[in-house]
């Protein structure tokens, strides 16, 4: 993803790799990889998962599914 640096007559732009951290959920992944970020941090939702090994299923096939 690009961000803008400095004012109006300054400007420039750099590139920078973006993820998504922090109480992310599996509703929120669709919405989140439409954004272009480079990838998203999902440890949290597997760890509090009832089924760690189905909710990671699940998650791989969102997130393939919303590329």
């Known amino acids: ?5 400095g004012g109006f007559q300054h400007f420039r732009v750099i590139s ?3 993820y998504a951290i922090g109480g992310i959920e599996i ?3 669709p919405a989140l990889m439409k954004t272009g970020i480079t ?3 999902i440890s949290g939702t ?3 998962a009832k089924d760690p090994v189905q909710e990671t299923r699940n998650l791989i096939e969102t ?5």
């Open 1 to 5: 993803n690009s961000f803008p640096i």
């Open 16 to 18: 920078l790799p973006v």
């Open 27 to 29: 509703e929120d992944i």
């Open 39 to 41: 990838g998203i941090a």
């Open 46 to 48: 597997i760890i509090r």
């Open 63 to 67: 997130i393939l599914s919303s590329l």
